[in-house]
Nanobody, 122 residues
Framework: QLQASGGGLVQAGGSLRLSCAYS????????MGWFRQAPGKERTFVAV????????YYADSVKGRFTISRDNAKNAMYLQMNILKPEDTAVYYC?????????????????WGRGTQVTVSS
């Protein structure tokens, strides 16, 4: 029902675009987020977009390099990642929020997709 895709191997400085498909009629009413989990570390917040794409919020580590967007007509969300760094290497997850207000905490999300691996080589 929720699936992230678009990961891969890229050199530092390169770009990738992740996609998230959510096959539910409530998609356009939900804030949606991206999280990531690096090897041996806890999962952390990356970015969030509100239901109508009026508001976004980013982790400081990706601000200015990553852009979150969505297309409610396609039930899809995206994460454009530019100027990638080795420290961006992680499994990236998309998630459906249970709350409004561009939440940033894991417990505020109710559904999680299977992640997609992003590996940035130096």
């Amino acid at each position: 029902q929720l699936q992230a895709s678009g990961g891969g191997l890229v050199q530092a400085g390169g770009s990738l675009r992740l996609s998230c498909a959510y096959s539910d009629r409530t998609f356009s009413t939900k804030d949606m987020g991206w999280f990531r989990q690096a090897p041996g570390k806890e999962r952390t917040f990356v970015a969030v977009i509100d239901a109508r794409a009026d508001d976004t919020y980013y982790a400081d580590s990706v601000k200015g390099r990553f852009t979150i967007s969505r297309d409610n007509a396609k039930n899809a969300m995206y994460l454009q990642m530019n100027i990638l760094k080795p420290e961006d290497t992680a499994v990236y997850y998309c998630a459906v929020s249970r709350l409004m207000g561009v939440p940033t905490q894991e417990y505020e999300y109710q559904y999680w997709g299977r992640g997609t691996q992003v590996t940035v080589s130096s």
